[in-house]
């Protein structure tokens, strides 16, 4: 080896190490964030979840897959599921289904449209707490504006809160509310990337509005649907904002974010229970989303 | 996405006018109705005093308005102080993760070492985690280091930010090469190129990334919620949340329209006048 | 070498998993010991803190008496708003058992004292008690005893009540009506002279609050009960569906209804003719009705009439957390707190049971006759069944039992018989090993 090319060497080391300096100095903070607060919490509920354990006693037992048991398999646990499940489905169908019709009315090329389209979108930004309290009032049995609204075509409005189907239903509108114009936004870019004289073409062969839509605008369609259910299904089973503020115990409105909150810091503080929770929401939710990747990364190649 | 004379007038042709009206103009403005009316209802009920909100006949307008409600909710919840808090929580931590965000995208991008493109599925793994779940042991090691009911017990385990990396990260790649060797040739340091060449050219998407964070920030409920317990400390959804505790009568639905008012309302403006940036920064994910 | 440091880094991070505000392991969840604190040479702190939800709207009465103490002791108090109710003082209360800072007095109900004490975060109280000389042969034994387990006492009675029965005296005018029902039977004899004479709203309003504690009284009423100490049969036995029987039947016949939320409410804007609820809501419902307010003992039932009334309300506990010198403060401001004139000015202001015999309410009770109701049902008062008050999470789920009974179309055996079954497991799971 000559001076010149071991000089090179030491160089390139010299580098190197400055550059693994470097980045330390810029990434690392962040880096240990989020391994403290987002990795470590993983490991620390899978331990957690083995122990029968009340929140801020000094001592608790081991019982090891007790409290995942219990949750698969006691009633109440699968209420939990019952309610994660409808809730989830019901608000991810219902916002993609009216945000879709809304991107179709809105793709017209109709004047004040992009207000209408701002109008639209802005509930997903406000506070969910904000929004609850406002439902709460409208919903109210006995001077919400909606039983006003019913007793003039002579109905007695239905007692939302008290009962658990219908506590459920009224927080399921009030997320479709809430999310709909996301998805019709996002509809809105994919419906506009479909080049327009695939349609007009479609057209002149003879289709119908209907055939066009099912035949062409859909299949198009399909990469921001696969998108839009994915993040839905994603947001709904993170959804606690609007199920705390307007059914605060939880009664026929327990999805399993709602539980774990109400498991450890609501009055049953059994901590361990709520780990086993938090492992299975992880575990749920990291499972669909890379399904998704897998799915989006295979449907890249093929298109 | 302007509006010009021509289409205006193709959607009014003879031809297109009931397609207009019914699939277009009809539900638009329902679905407007739909949308709007709750928000306008909300601070129209929360200048109503007790007797009109109890009433049993219905009235739009408020026959005698009053501010009474927000004074209500000033009472009930120290509102300056929580207001304040909000304001300090949401734009120290917003700027502490931008920060961080463009510090951790330039290293991923800008300084070679192996392993950063592993280093960096690992950050993108930290997305895929739902708060909630990290929820009860952030609790108990924030509780065990003394931040419970602290400002930057609130802070604190929201600041790793996955989000915000990603998506800078992914502005960056986009910068030409060239303009970082020429820096590099003129002897500029890492900083000073972050600071001086990548951050002004990628104004924009910084703004966006600043701007979906306030907003989230603004919003936090979950986390504020478990970690505060004395009002003073509190957060202003949580602070809310206290007084939906607390006024638990019929008539005292006015004082919670006040407080939904007053949560709501700054993201509201900011929305309006900022739309453009906020909207493209929430659904920057759907173009991936 | 490579295997090595892969076990090393496990270790590592089971460790620091482990370290991180985590509890020790024990075998059977055993009883957290409550070290013997030694007081001698201790002097009170200057400064502690009380945590309180306020019950019965007493919040300027608090901070009167605080101020009170701080001038006669120079120790300052911080009033806590730490739950806008019970529950979620007790919630907060136990979350904060994980960091450092706890509130030094907090108040506790009659279900959140036990569970307290079994996880060790409240003190007994006889020593440090005496050590401040403080009176407790004063206070009313029932309520005093209602702390009492294992030969010490965990808690002095602070806002304590009964339910009593309140009705709208105007309304029961018109049906010629004078007095409250002596039974529950007499009650839907009552529902039926409101209704002809023409009174339009519901008779009586069952709330969504509490429902373990008010139901009781229509339990014992039928013979039955919520548990025989820790036995739960108690819960699925005749007498308890009888008992909710009849008061789903007084809802499905249209005499009774059930609302969202506190049923005074209701009452106080003339929504419903009467309400079971506590003494300590008297003042408030006196200051907002705007009709003449009547109340009356608890109705008996065919197999009891006598002891039929549940004690409830709170008392205050000092936190084991706190250091010796602020638990001698605290003991010393919960005395204050409850002497004689206190009890009675916290009474005067709330309708509270005044909680020590011999308290000056002559004055009051002449102008307002009602505050005495609550005293003089005492006599009339049993023991609350252990699953409520002893089991972490009864009073939850009996409530909720309940409230599906009311509202629903379960079927009353079933929902006893799951009850029951639920009761069992929480005994079983929490209690049983940590008592022996």
Redesign the interface.
């Known amino acids: 080896m000559t001076t010149a090319s071991a000089e090179l060497q030491q160089a390139r080391r010299i580098k190197r190490s400055r550059n693994y300096f470097l980045f330390i100095l810029f990434a690392g903070p962040n880096i240990a964030l989020i391994l403290a607060y987002v990795y470590y919490p993983l490991l620390a509920n899978v331990y957690f979840s083995t122990l029968n354990w009340r929140l801020g006693a000094r001592t608790a037992s081991f019982v090891g897959l007790d409290n995942y048991r219990e949750f698969f398999t006691s009633g109440s646990g699968r209420e939990v599921w019952h309610v994660t499940v409808v809730f989830t489905v019901a608000t991810v169908v219902g916002s993609m289904v009216f945000g879709l019709l809304m991107a179709l009315v809105l793709n017209r090329k109709l004047p004040g449209r992009t207000a209408a389209r701002t109008a639209l979108f802005s509930p997903y930004v406000l506070s969910g707490v904000g929004i609850g309290l406002v439902w709460t009032f409208i919903f109210d049995p006995s001077t919400g504006i909606l039983a006003h609204v019913l007793g003039w075509f002579g109905a007695r409005s239905p007692e939302w809160f008290l009962d658990k189907n219908l506590a459920l239903v009224m927080v399921i509108l009030v997320y479709i509310w809430k999310n709909l114009g996301y998805c019709a936004v996002i509809y809105l870019a994919g419906l506009q990337s479909i080049p327009q004289d695939l349609m007009e073409a479609a057209a002149i062969d003879g289709a119908g509005p209907l055939r066009r839509f099912f035949s062409i605008t859909l299949p198009l369609l399909s990469p921001t649907v696969f998108f839009l259910s994915i993040a839905m299904v994603l947001s709904s089973m993170q959804a606690f904002d609007i199920l705390r503020i307007m059914t605060p115990n939880g009664y026929g409105t327990n999805s399993i974010v709602f539980e774990i909150y109400l498991q450890s810091f609501g009055s049953y503080q059994r901590a361990g229970y709520a780990a086993a929770l938090s492992v299975v929401l992880f575990l749920v939710l990291f499972a669909i989303t890379a399904l998704q990747m897998r799915f989006v990364e295979r449907r890249v190649h093929y298109s | 996405?302007s509006?010009t004379g021509a289409?205006?007038r193709?959607?009014f042709t003879r031809r297109n006018i009931m397609a207009?009206l019914f699939?277009?103009?009809l539900?638009?403005i329902a679905?407007?109705l739909?949308?709007?009316l709750?928000?306008v209802?909300?601070v129209i009920?929360s200048f109503k005093p007790v007797s009109e909100?109890?009433?049993t006949d219905?009235n739009f307008w408020p026959k005698d308005p009053t501010t009474a409600n927000y004074a209500a909710v000033a009472n009930r919840v120290p509102l300056g102080r929580v207001f304040l808090n909000s304001v300090a929580v949401t734009f120290i931590g917003a700027a502490i993760k931008v920060f961080?965000?463009l510090?951790?995208a330039?290293?991923?991008v800008f300084?070679?070492?192996p392993f950063?493109n592993v280093?960096f599925l690992?950050?993108l793994v930290?997305l895929?985690?739902?708060?909630?779940?990290?929820?009860?042991?952030?609790?108990?090691?924030i509780?065990?280091i003394?931040g419970?009911?602290t400002m930057w017990g609130i802070i604190?385990?929201?600041?790793?930010?996955?989000f915000g990396?990603f998506m800078l990260r992914q502005q960056f790649k986009t910068l030409p090469t060239e303009l970082m060797e020429a820096a590099e040739l003129d002897g500029a340091g890492?900083w000073k190129r972050l600071w001086h060449i990548v951050v002004p050219v990628s104004t924009p998407t910084i703004a966006t990334v600043a701007l979906v964070i306030i907003?989230n920030e603004?919003?936090n409920?979950?986390w504020p919620?478990?970690i505060i317990?004395?009002?003073e400390k509190m957060t202003?959804?949580v602070g809310?949340?206290?007084l939906?505790?607390?006024e638990?009568?019929?008539?005292s639905?006015g004082v919670?329209?006040a407080?939904?008012?007053i949560?709501?309302l700054p993201?509201?403006i900011v929305?309006?006048v900022l739309?453009r940036y906020?909207?493209a920064g929430?659904?920057q994910?759907?173009?991936? | 070498m490579r295997r090595l440091r892969l076990v090393l880094a496990v270790v590592m991070v089971s460790a620091t998993v482990m370290a991180c505000g985590g509890p020790t392991i024990t075998g059977s969840g055993a009883l957290a010991s409550g070290v013997e604190v030694d007081y001698t040479g201790v002097q009170p702190a200057t400064e502690i803190s009380f945590w309180s939800n306020h019950p019965g709207g007493s919040i300027d009465t608090e901070k009167a008496i605080i101020a009170d103490f701080t001038r006669q002791t120079g120790i300052r108090v911080t009033l806590v708003t730490a739950g806008a109710n019970y529950d979620e003082v007790a919630q907060k209360f136990q979350a904060a058992q994980t960091s450092r800072s706890v509130g030094d007095v907090v108040v506790v109900s009659d279900v959140n004292w036990f569970p307290a004490f079994l996880n060790g975060s409240i003190v007994p109280l006889e020593p440090v008690l005496a050590n401040r000389g403080v009176d407790t042969n004063g206070y009313s034994t029932v309520l005093y005893n209602d702390y009492l387990y294992g030969g010490k006492h965990y808690a002095v009675p602070y806002a304590r009540s009964t339910p009593i029965f309140y009705y709208n005296r105007d309304n029961y005018r018109r049906a010629g009506l004078n007095r409250a029902p002596a039974t529950w039977e007499e009650a839907r004899e009552f529902a039926r002279r409101l209704k002809a004479s023409g009174v339009g709203v519901p008779s009586f309003g069952f709330g969504d609050q509490y429902l373990a504690w008010m139901m009781s009284n229509i339990v014992w009423s039928f013979g039955g009960a919520w548990s025989d100490k820790w036995n739960m049969d108690a819960a699925a036995s005749p007498g308890t569906r009888d008992g909710l029987n009849f008061a789903r039947s007084l809802v499905r016949d249209g005499w009774a209804t059930v609302t969202s939320g506190d049923p005074t409410r209701p009452f106080a804007a003339g929504a419903v003719s009467a309400v079971i609820a506590s003494t300590g809501s008297l003042r408030g419902i006196l200051d907002s009705a705007k009709f003449d307010v009547g109340v009356g003992f608890l109705p008996g039932g065919p197999a009891n009439q006598d002891k039929v009334v549940p004690t409830g309300g709170a008392g205050l506990a000092i936190s084991s957390k706190s250091s010796p010198d602020k638990q001698l403060a605290a003991a010393m401001f919960i005395g204050f707190l409850t002497n004689l004139e206190n009890t009675a000015k916290f009474s005067t202001a709330t309708g509270y049971l005044p909680v020590r015999s011999g308290a000056e309410m002559s004055a009051v009770y002449a102008t307002t006759p009602q505050f005495r109701t609550a005293v003089d049902q005492l006599t009339r008062v049993r023991n609350q069944d252990y699953a409520r008050v002893f089991l972490p999470g009864g009073d939850r789920v009996i409530s909720a039992t309940a409230q599906s009974i009311l509202t629903t179309q379960v079927g009353v055996s079933d929902a006893l018989d799951s009850l029951r079954d639920k009761l069992e497991k929480f005994y079983r799971r929490d209690v049983e090993s940590r008592l022996n």
Do not use: C
């Open positions: 996405m509006e289409d205006w193709q959607a207009t699939a277009g103009y539900p638009m679905a407007l739909v949308i709007a709750p928000l209802w909300m009920a909100i109890l009433t219905l961080l965000a510090t951790t330039y290293a991923l300084i070679k070492i950063r280093i690992g950050i930290a895929m985690v739902p708060p909630e779940a990290a929820m009860l042991p952030n609790f108990l090691s509780s065990a003394g419970r009911d604190l385990p929201g600041l790793g930010t996955a990396t890492h907003v603004w919003n409920f979950l919620l478990v317990d004395s009002p202003l959804p809310l949340n206290l939906r505790s607390i638990t009568e019929t008539g639905y919670l329209m407080g939904a008012v949560v709501i993201v509201l929305f309006a739309q906020i909207v929430l659904t994910g759907a173009v991936k």
